[in-house]
């Protein structure tokens, strides 16, 4: 499968943000044991580079590895370099899904009016993501009235609660930060064992409908 193929069977992005680098492997293996298999890490992370290429390196194709928050099209480039195979953004940059598609990878820029989506898709956006979606879940759905030919990816708000009718409300897939993978708790043991649980809870949720 391509990787857009495979984002939208995996429909869930976990999002790494501020995690130390040393800490990022065992929270990707305790993600992968719960069934997660696209990791986002944000690019104002701690060697957010370097991170990514040693993802990339160390999961292969079991885990798609992308770069978040990414403003501009010189920052994708680097992403992609690195081994990201996708680019999220927290807003609306054309360069960005330019580069982004011109490289090969699967473009996911933010936007949150109709018309911000409209433009993203118009210009090259693989999926759009709808950030940020804690203005809930109605909103969502007013959106996909008109613009039910677009693929659109809440994030910011998404969680256990409202995953699902987020997916009821035709979410291609989903974007948790905080909601799975908080980046202030210390990685001990127990906190793996509850990110693998928590990460069983989101996957089962979406994939047992």
């Known amino acids: 499968m391509t990787t857009l193929e495979n984002l939208l069977d995996a429909k869930i992005v976990a999002i790494l943000r501020g995690v130390e680098p040393s800490q990022v492997p065992a929270i990707a293996t305790a993600l992968e044991a719960g069934g997660i298999r696209a990791l986002e890490v944000t690019l104002n992370s701690p060697d957010a580079l370097g991170v990514i ?3 990339a390196d160390r999961f292969g194709d079991r885990l798609l590895i992308g770069a978040g928050t990414v403003l501009d ?7 992609m370099s690195a081994g990201a195979r996708f680019i999220i953004s927290p807003a609306l940059d054309i360069p960005t899904i ?3 598609r011109a490289l090969g990878g699967v473009s996911i820029p933010g936007a949150f009016t109709a018309t911000e989506i409209l433009t993203a898709y118009r210009n090259g956006a693989d999926i759009v993501k709808v950030f ?3 203005v809930g879940v109605g909103y969502f759905r007013d959106l996909r ?12 708000g998404v969680n256990l609660e409202n995953i699902r009718d987020f997916q009821k409300a035709g979410a ?3 974007g948790i930060g905080s909601a799975l993978v908080d980046g202030r708790q210390p990685v001990t043991d127990a906190y793996l064992r509850q990110l693998t649980a928590t990460a069983i809870q989101f996957s089962s949720i979406i994939h047992n409908q």
Do not use: K, W
Request: charged share 10%; no cysteine; proline share 16%.
């Open 53 to 55: 290429q040693r993802l």
């Open 73 to 79: 099209a010189e920052d994708a480039t680097a992403a």
């Open 98 to 100: 330019q580069m982004t």
């Open 132 to 134: 940020p979606a804690s």
């Open 145 to 156: 009235g008109p613009l039910p030919q677009i693929p659109l990816m809440p994030t910011g």
């Open 172 to 174: 291609v897939a989903f």
